[in-house]
């Protein structure tokens, strides 16, 4: 569903980017059967930068990409907030994005933009209400129609419940509350 409404109480705008934002010159992602993703990740981008911003970042190649020297195929997220709550599309679900070593396969990650705390990490900023509300609705929307057959209470994960020792913070305090209570 792209710009276009969902209705659940609510107007509901999943924006397309999945060709808005660059990618790299040669590299795609591997494909696979919507079947076999069990979860859904949420994590933070622990910068104050615009996605446009972190895709280029995702995409070049160097040393300084933590995703590959190489560069990444696109933004390596499946799906973004921003501040406003514009809920973007990065990549299609089917992609097998890198947002979650030893579980892209079986992911789909949505990034909240934004610097939040979070254990051992002390943000600039917390999620908005914005960003609460759509996360809210993009997740009834992908429970009730891309993902049906998937168990809210376990499947939807913050990234720290995956790799507390390297990403203890992401998603932060405030949105790992959120993914509890949406959890119940």
């Not at 600039?124 to 993009?138: A, D, G, I, R």
């Not at 993902?147 to 913050?158: D, M």
Request: aromatic content about 14%.
């Amino acid at each position: 569903i792209f710009n276009r409404e969902w209705t659940n109480k609510e107007k509901f705008i999943i924006h397309d980017y999945t060709t808005i934002l660059p990618w790299h010159p040669t590299r795609r992602w591997n494909t696979r059967d919507l079947s076999i993703i069990k979860y859904i990740i949420i994590h933070q981008s622990a910068i104050s930068a615009p996605f446009e911003n972190i895709n280029k970042a995702h995409i070049t190649s160097g040393n300084q990409n933590h995703l590959s020297k190489e560069g990444a195929p696109h933004i390596a997220y499946g799906a973004g907030i921003d501040k406003n709550g514009k809920v973007m599309l990065f990549n299609n679900y089917k992609h097998v994005t890198w947002h979650c070593k030893r579980f892209n396969l079986q992911s789909f990650g949505i990034n909240i933009n934004g610097n939040f705390s979070g254990e051992g990490w002390i943000g600039t900023e917390e999620p908005t209400k914005f960003q609460f509300n759509s996360l809210k609705l993009y997740l009834d929307y992908l429970y009730t129609n891309t993902f049906k057959n998937l168990n809210v209470k376990n499947s939807l994960r913050g990234h720290c419940e995956f790799d507390p020792i390297n990403k203890p913070a992401c998603p932060g305090w405030e949105l790992m509350k959120f993914i509890n209570e949406y959890r119940k």
